[in-house]
């Protein structure tokens, strides 16, 4: 009799870790209402060098945008529309001694990267979103496709945009994060992608869960980037190899499962090898970029 009242402890003790187990479980799902609006402040500072033609650059890239995605409906599917803008964006850039500035709120029309800013601020793109963060259907692309289309730079720039395939795989990156299984503290997993921006680039993210608590689910992050093979900007054939890798933390809110911050570092190898387009003669271009970005977002 004595030795069953001394497994009763044990069995409370065991009984109570499971208990806690079960509820440090969360299954990460979005969960909108209607009406709702995320808005992303987002801040990228990149510093890049470059060697051409035995010149070094030393580029400083200063980025701020404010992102806006409005829930508009909750589909009978159980899906979410989403409305999805970019309120504002603002561009510095230092060129060795020389210095731009580029605002999308008082855009100069007669810079190129103005006309880019001028559209980029009117669009407003509509997609249904499921619960996992895949991006089913896209509407409102016609017009900005054909605005960027005309325009090699913009359409450089803006590659995310071209078309509703582009457009989704830009979206359901965002989203990526989103486990398929419930995750408790010290779970990993990965999703693979491609990067339609950034020459396709093959790109593998590693999740792993550092903390759990009733409203937020705390992530580190670990991504490889790769990419090799030929690209043409402005007429020009390039061939070109990038090498990269990105880590960080990430903080998602586990009620609506939408990111809230996210601190994340890149680092890119970048080679390239073209004509000169002056003398017709084989140049190399090596760069290296190492980048931060800062993102918070507000529910309102």
Do not use: C
């Amino acid at each position: 009799m004595k030795s069953k009242f001394l497994l009763l402890p044990v069995i409370v003790m065991v009984l109570f870790a499971n208990t806690v187990n079960a509820k440090s479980q969360v299954l990460l799902r979005l969960n909108l209402q209607k009406g709702s609006i995320y808005e992303m402040h987002m801040h990228v500072t990149s510093n890049i060098e470059q060697n051409m033609m035995g010149q070094n650059m030393k580029i400083v890239q200063r980025m701020e945008m404010i992102l806006s995605y409005k829930v508009t409906d909750v589909l009978p599917n159980k899906n979410y529309q989403i409305e999805y803008s970019v309120n504002s964006m603002k561009l510095d850039v230092d060129i060795n001694e020389n210095s731009m500035s580029f605002d999308s709120q008082n855009p100069d029309e007669s810079n190129p990267m103005g006309t880019i800013l001028k559209t980029i601020n009117k669009m407003k793109v509509t997609f249904e979103l499921t619960p996992s963060g895949k991006t089913e259907q896209v509407n409102g692309l016609d017009e900005i496709t054909s605005q960027i289309a005309s325009n090699p730079q913009m359409a450089q720039a803006l590659q995310m945009f071209s078309d509703d395939k582009n457009f989704s795989s830009f979206i359901s990156e965002t989203f990526n994060y989103i486990p398929e299984n419930k995750i408790k503290t010290g779970d990993k997993w990965t999703t693979q992608f491609k990067l339609p921006s950034l020459m396709d680039a093959n790109t593998t993210m590693n999740f792993e869960v550092t903390g759990i608590t009733k409203d937020s689910v705390d992530l580190n992050v670990f991504s490889d980037v790769n990419s090799e093979g030929p690209v043409e900007q402005n007429g020009m054939k390039i061939d070109m190899k990038l090498t990269g890798s990105q880590t960080g933390t990430m903080t998602v809110d586990a009620n609506d499962g939408w990111v809230r911050s996210s601190d994340l570092n890149q680092k890119f190898d970048i080679h390239m090898k073209l004509k000169n387009p002056q003398t017709g003669e084989d140049m190399e271009i090596p760069m290296k970029v190492n980048s931060v970005t800062k993102s918070t977002v507000e529910k309102k």
